[in-house]
């Protein structure tokens, strides 16, 4: 996985990720490919680094590694120390969580499984989501039950950010104003608007230019909100939106996403 060259795990996807973020995953998957050996059933990177849609010093790694048995507390110690040292030397994202469980977890945890199913690459390993299916744990289905059942929690997210607080969805925002406002964007258009599809049952995929599409054709009344968000994806700098900014404009555009779920 060196630069933006594909790379293939046993039994993964091939994947082209973005420079700079590949040596980021390159590094991970190494270290922790040498610490766990046989123990390491399958490694995912999640979220925007996984779309190939990051930005440097905006987007997280979201990393998921899971092994054949709860990993012990010199292993949580070495994957704190990994966290700081990836940080450190290759900073080119906002924040590194490397999320180590046991399989075991993974069958308790029928959301995750959605996330490793549908907004996921997996590295190395197994299809962990198809094991667990043969053995009687389901995945949720991205449809109008799973959008619905989310809307407490985005609803508590809204309020967060309008007040200027931690998103719970959320790491902590950059401090650079442009990239806490793509970071947001991120959030409240490209992944609430994907769940929005899924009510109505258009939901295509999670990369940005495919909810784009859908909401485009979906609700064409909130072009001014897709078109700033288009562009603040592309180049957050350009567009000099600050936070509060964003949310005070697209706060009507979420409660009617809410709402539209909550109906259908």
């Given amino acids: 996985m060196k630069n933006d060259r594909p790379r293939r795990g046993s ?10 973020f590949a040596d980021l995953l390159s590094a991970a998957d190494t270290a922790c490919a040498d610490r ?23 987007s997280d790694l979201d990393w998921f590694a899971f092994l054949r048995a709860e990993p012990t507390a010199a292993d949580r110690a ?33 959301f995750w499984r959605f996330i490793l199913r ?11 989501v198809a094991r667990l299916a043969r053995a009687g744990s389901r995945t949720p ?4 039950a799973l959008a619905k059942h989310r809307l407490p929690f985005v609803r508590q997210c809204l309020a ?6 931690r998103v719970p969805a959320l790491a902590d925002l950059p401090g650079n104003p442009a990239l806490a406002t793509r970071k947001l964007v991120r959030n409240f ?16 995929s999670f990369r940005a230019a495919a909810v784009l599409q859908g909401l485009r ?3 064409p009344q909130w072009r001014p909100v897709y078109d700033m968000a288009e562009r603040t994806l592309a180049d957050p700098h350009s567009v000099k939106v600050g936070p509060q900014e964003f949310m005070l404009t697209a706060h009507p555009f979420v409660e009617w996403m809410l709402a539209t779920i909550a109906r259908s």
């Avoid at 289905?141 to 109008?144: L, Q, T, W």
């Avoid at 967060?160 to 607080?165: D, Y």
């Avoid at 258009?189 to 295509?204: K, R, S």
């Fill in 160 to 165: 967060e950010a309008l007040a200027g607080r």
């Fill in 36 to 58: 766990f050996g046989s123990r390491l059933l399958a490694a995912y990177v999640a979220g925007s680094v996984a779309l190939g849609e990051a930005w440097p010093g905006a």
């Fill in 189 to 204: 258009v490209f992944v609430e608007g994907a769940h929005l599809l899924m009510a109505l049952g258009t939901f295509q």
């Fill in 11 to 20: 039994g993964s996807r091939t994947c082209k990720f973005q420079p700079g």
């Fill in 78 to 110: 070495w994957r704190r120390r990994l966290q700081r040292r990836l940080a450190a030397s290759i900073p080119v994202v906002s924040a590194v969580h490397l999320n180590i469980f046991p399989l075991t977890r993974l069958a308790r945890e029928p």
């Fill in 118 to 128: 549908h907004n996921a690459v997996r590295l190395r390993g197994t299809d962990l």
């Fill in 141 to 144: 289905r991205p449809n109008r």
């Fill in 217 to 219: 054709h979906a609700a």
